[in-house]
């Protein structure tokens, strides 16, 4: 679910609307805040979409872990030197 308004015109309601409209399991695309995994799992969200390249070093290794707080996560990375940086 892309949820942020400025960019993608959605919105939080979105995926508490679709939790409640279905079972299959739901992914949402964060712009990386911590605050970010603890409102996806409120609303029902399932797993999360993790944007490598949005993060500094401080930021991927001091950041919650997502199996932390019970959501699964993909990472989006663009190549192989991304990968490897994180």
């Not at 409209?21 to 603890?38: C, V």
């Not at 799992?41 to 919650?64: E, T």
Request: glycine share 4%.
């Amino acid at each position: 679910m892309l949820t942020d308004t400025p960019s993608f015109m959605g919105s939080k309601e979105d995926l508490g609307i679709a939790r409640n409209s279905s079972p299959l399991p739901l992914l949402k695309r964060l712009f990386i805040d911590p605050y970010q995994f603890f409102e996806t799992k409120y609303l029902g969200g399932d797993c999360i979409l993790i944007i490598l390249s949005m993060l500094s070093d401080s930021q991927a290794a001091n950041s919650i872990k997502p199996q932390e707080i019970e959501l699964d996560s993909i990472f989006e990375v663009h190549n192989e030197n991304e990968f490897e940086e994180h």
